[in-house]
């Protein structure tokens, strides 16, 4: 990260630290090599030699050597929601877990308010019509002051 301006090496740290991260390194065969984190955060519970994909099941079956992956939005035993970076190598690969919980909610939240939206406009689109025609009324007799 020395190669990165300041700026952005600031705003990554920051962004690493507005999320909470735990961590899991395998070796090539898929077996824990440490771990470390938050791990209780994401309610789980890692011992050297597990099997990975034991630990999260979302893994199994393993990516290749060569595959690195993303996982968005995996819901965790302890009710947190991770987005989950598989990140493989040579020798293994290590597991990062991303605490969003935050955003999820948000983002659910934002869902609910559409889906509300969305059922007032189909369940009742004559109440709708009439909103829209009033406010359209409205516009015309404003813009018609303004204009005068």
Known sequence: MDDLAPEVRRRLSTLLHQHRLAHITTKADGTVRRAGGALDTFGLSV????????????????????????????????????????????????????????????LVGLQQRMNEFRLLVTAEPDRVSTLVASLDALAIRVQGRTLT
Do not use: N, Q
């Open 47 to 106: 011992a050297t030699g597990a099997f990975v994909a034991d630990i999260l099941p979302v893994l199994h079956p393993l990516p290749s050597e060569a595959e690195s992956i993303r996982i968005p939005l995996v819901h965790m035993p302890s009710g947190h929601v991770a987005h989950i970076e598989y990140v493989a190598d040579a020798d293994g690969a290590t597991v990062f877990l991303f605490d969003v919980t935050p955003e999820y909610r948000r």
